[in-house]
Every structure is written in structure tokens, then in C-alpha cells.
């Protein structure tokens, strides 16, 4: 087993630069003409829009329950409208427009994470990083926290299949290391979630504070390796009781993920059995211990750079 490395899970040591940078990546100039890859796409258009050094003009956030929102991520018309220049893997900005029940034609702004613009991690299997993100909303909505906003599988993107999530409107006046250096409650359940999905990646721009107050978290590709990960700048209550009403939802998560049960179903679409099997081992374990996770003695506990 390979030792721990500051870098795993959120960086990449063998970082292959053909697949990887499936729409360019930003910063390092495409002299082949490379983005060649998404060129090879069939839709050339979308293939600029991706290549485009400019911070795209964000798109239109549209608050819309789960209920709505996944039909309509799995259905809806995609365009590609830019990219997020300071991620890591290629996430694309996109416009999903679809009939939605009830309110008509809308067009709602989502990032799209094609398989192919994964860079690779020596500790995760290739290519399932996309998978991931949308096995952590499966479990944000069988808790009811709304921790990860609607989140799907779509197999066929227009650079093949990745995850879809709906854009979120957040806040540009909220100061995230204020909220976390005064161990903002609302940041618990956040902490919970990521101990039960194994998150190694829990940095300040993974948290979106959302205008009415509801805390959001964003990119979970590094979640639920078989190895404990945690990773996080939620360290406030380690040690600490998990609330009555915390535990509560934690108990009513074990039956949805016990073998047979929904939640374990859903996950067995986008995870392998022992990643669920150990999932389950570390809900057992936070509702044996009813406290908060201590950081791993053998691992980095807190991403670089925090946010
Ligand atoms: N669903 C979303 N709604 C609003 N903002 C988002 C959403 N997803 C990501 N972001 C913003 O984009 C940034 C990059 O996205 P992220 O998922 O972290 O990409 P990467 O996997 O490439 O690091 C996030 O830090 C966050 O600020
Ligand atoms: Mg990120």
C-alpha cells in the first residue's frame, strides 16, 4: 500500500496529458492544436466555447427541488457555454434547457464534468471520478440535508458521459474563513456527510454559501475510497457528540444503505461493492461512537491549499 501523499486525491503524480485535457486545460498553451481532443468531438462549437481563456459569464442560476431537477438534468438540451478555468479537471459550464412541469420552458445553468477530462490520481480507479460526485448526492438526499445540489449521470455529453449539476447561486460578500473560525453550525451536518462519504477534498471552495443561508458543498470526485480519507477543513468538532437530531438522520441513513436497501441500490449503479460495504462500516462507526471523526494518524488531514 502506498504511503500517504500530500498531493493524492486532489492532484495528480501521473498525470497523462491526452485524455486528461479532453477541452484544453487553462494555463498551459495548446500548441499542437490540441484541444484536438475535444475537436475530435463531433461539435466543434462546443469545443471553443470550452477552450475559451476567459472566465465565462456565469449562467443563470435556477433554484429547482431534486423532484424537478433531475429529470431535468437527465433530459434537458446541453450547450457549452465555458469552462472553469481554476479547476482541476476540465468542469465545463453548460445551459441545460428543458420543459419543466409547472414552470414551463427554462434554461438553468450546470457544470458538466465529462469522464474524459479526469486527471488521473494514483489512489482512485481511473475514470470513475464523475461517478462519485453523483453516489455523494445520492447520499446528501437520503439524509433530506441538501448538502449537494441535483446531480446526475448523463452518458451522452457532448464530450460522452459525466456528471451534471444543477448551477447554485451563491453569495460574493460571505467570508468562508470567518464562518469557519467561528465553527458556523451549519457547517456540521457538512462535516457528518463528509465522514460518512470518505471526502478527501473539503476545502473553503468546495462550501457555497447560497443567498438564503443554506450551505451547499460542490466536488465530490474524491469520495468514498476504501481507505480513510477524510480530508477536510471541518475539523471543528472532531471528538465532539454528534446531536440528537444529527444521529437521528445518520440511524435513519443505515437501513437506505444496509445491503438490499435503496440507498445502497443507487450507489451500486456508480460505486463497486466494497467501496459501499466500507461506506456502511463508517456509518456504523460514527453512530457506535456518536462523535465526530478525529483526523487518520496516516494521512493529511487537511487539503493544501485550504480553499
Ligand atoms: N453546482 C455549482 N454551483 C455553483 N458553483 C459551483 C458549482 N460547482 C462548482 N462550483 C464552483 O466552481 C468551482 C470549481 O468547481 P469544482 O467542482 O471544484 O471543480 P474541480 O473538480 O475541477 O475542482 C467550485 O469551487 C465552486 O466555486
Ligand atoms: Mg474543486
Known amino acids: 500500500m502506498d504511503g500517504p501523499d500530500e498531493r493524492a486525491g486532489t492532484d495528480d503524480m501521473n498525470a497523462r496529458d491526452d485524455e486528461a485535457d479532453a477541452a484544453g486545460r487553462e494555463g498551459e498553451p495548446d500548441e499542437a492544436g490540441d484541444g484536438a481532443d475535444a475537436a475530435e468531438s463531433d461539435d466543434e462549437d462546443d469545443a471553443d466555447a470550452a477552450e475559451s481563456d476567459d472566465e465565462p459569464e456565469l449562467p443563470p442560476a435556477v433554484d429547482l427541488p431534486s423532484s424537478l ?11 457549452i457555454v465555458g469552462r472553469l478555468v481554476q479547476a482541476s479537471n476540465t468542469t465545463l459550464l453548460v445551459t ?14 450546470a457544470v458538466y464534468k465529462p469522464i474524459r477530462g479526469e486527471r488521473p490520481l494514483w ?7 464523475a461517478h462519485r460526485e453523483v453516489a455523494a448526492h445520492a447520499v446528501s438526499e437520503a439524509t433530506g440535508w441538501q448538502i449537494v445540489p441535483p446531480t446526475v449521470f448523463r452518458e451522452a455529453g ?12 451563491t453569495r460574493d460578500d460571505v467570508d468562508i474563513l470567518a464562518l469557519l ?6 457547517l456540521r451536518r457538512i462535516a457528518l456527510f463528509d465522514a460518512v462519504v470518505n471526502n478527501a477534498d473539503r476545502k473553503g471552495g468546495h462550501l457555497l454559501v447560497r443567498p438564503d443561508g443554506i450551505i451547499q458543498g460542490v466536488d465530490h470526485g474524491v469520495t468514498f475510497n476504501v ?11 472532531r471528538g465532539t457528540l454528534i446531536a440528537p437530531r444529527e444521529l437521528q438522520v445518520l440511524a435513519l441513513l443505515r437501513p437506505k444503505l444496509a445491503a ?6 443507487t450507489l451500486a449503479e456508480h460505486l463497486d461493492g466494497a467501496e459501499i460495504e466500507v461506506a456502511r462500516a463508517r456509518l456504523d462507526e460514527l453512530l457506535g461512537s456518536r462523535t465526530f471523526p478525529h483526523p487518520h494518524p496516516d494521512w493529511p488531514a487537511v487539503p493544501w491549499p485550504w480553499y
Open 181 to 186: 473560525q467561528s465553527s458556523d453550525p451549519r
Open 69 to 79: 431537477a433531475l429529470p431535468f438534468l437527465r433530459n434537458g438540451d446541453l450547450e
Open 123 to 129: 489512489d482512485f480507479p481511473e475514470a470513475t471520478l
Open 158 to 169: 457532448p464530450l460522452g458521459p459525466g456528471m451534471l449539476q444543477l448551477w447554485v447561486a
Open 96 to 109: 441545460i434547457t428543458g420543459d419543466v412541469p409547472g414552470r414551463g420552458m427554462i434554461t438553468a445553468g
Open 227 to 237: 481507505d480513510p480519507k477524510l480530508r477536510t477543513i471541518l475539523w471543528n468538532w
Open 260 to 265: 438490499g436497501g435503496p440507498l445502497a441500490a
